[in-house]
């Protein structure tokens, strides 16, 4: 019976031994990242607009067709220059973004005007007028609105701001959940000819954004976004058992009973 015991503890010995497979994996040249994209290390907006009609922003600081000197400027002498800057994100997002809970979305803005923005004050306002708003969207849902209160007409104002994010909002679904940055204003210029010939009263109406690195948002991106199982929407799956810790037990569960049936037929002969 000594033989069986041997062979058993073989046996046993054989199914511990570790077994790995040779390398299958197939050396792939990764396809560089856009640096319009959000990625590790790059998780601010920044808006642009080309001094027309179009407005856009992406996750590149720069932009060759943004207007020149990073700023863009509406004037008018007499009437309302109802502003309204949807900047969509463009490229729209490629990937899943996954936002700390509890972090903050962060704005900071650049803003000049003149005229009056005020209703029902001494200017020239008359319920057709609306100081700043600044809203931050997840696709098609507006998370966030800042209303800013009127400053001192010809100065820049550095708008700053922040939202703390909800579980709600935590994960945004690329393509989806496209941000947006949406700004809007509406001043009013009362300039006109004066009774006297020759001469003008009144104020003009202007405003003024600063783009790119002096107009953005930062978004509190967490560090799982990155990883291929987020992106393949398994994030919530369970982490897998230890590996062979199953096979272990078994193995040790037979050879215990192999040497207790092999000692008993020892003692049995």
Request: negative net charge; charged residues 25%; glycine residues 8%.
């Amino acid at each position: 019976m000594r033989g069986k015991t041997i062979v058993a503890i073989l046996l046993v010995a054989m199914l511990l031994t570790p077994v790995q497979a040779g390398d299958v994996s197939v050396s792939q040249s990764e396809p560089e990242d856009d640096p319009k994209q959000p990625c590790e290390g790059n998780t601010t907006l920044y808006v642009f607009h080309d001094g027309m009609n179009n407005a856009w922003s992406h996750f590149n600081s720069t932009d060759e067709e943004s207007a020149e000197e990073n700023e863009t400027r509406e004037d008018k002498d007499n009437g309302v220059i109802d502003i309204k800057y949807r900047f969509i994100m463009k490229p729209t997002l490629d990937k899943r973004l996954n936002m700390t809970v509890g972090g903050e979305i962060r704005g900071n803005f650049n803003i000049y005007y003149e005229g009056d923005n005020e209703n029902g004050g001494d200017g020239s306002c008359n319920n057709d007028c609306d100081w700043l708003n600044i809203s931050i969207f997840k696709g098609a849902a507006e998370i966030h609105r800042h209303t800013e209160t009127p400053w001192v007409a010809g100065n820049w104002k550095n708008i700053i701001f922040s939202y703390t994010i909800p579980e709600e909002y935590a994960v945004w679904d690329s393509v989806n959940d496209n941000p947006i940055v949406e700004v809007t204003m509406k001043v009013k210029g009362d300039r006109q000819n004066s009774v006297v010939p020759g001469f003008v009263e009144g104020t003009p109406a202007a405003f003024g954004m600063k783009l790119a690195s002096d107009g953005f948002v930062e978004f509190p991106i967490d560090d799982s976004s990155w990883s291929d199982n987020f992106q393949a929407g398994l994030e919530e799956t369970p982490p897998e058992e230890s590996p062979g810790f199953t096979l272990v037990v078994a193995s040790a569960a037979i050879a215990m009973a192999v040497f207790i049936n092999a000692k008993k037929s020892e003692e049995d002969e």
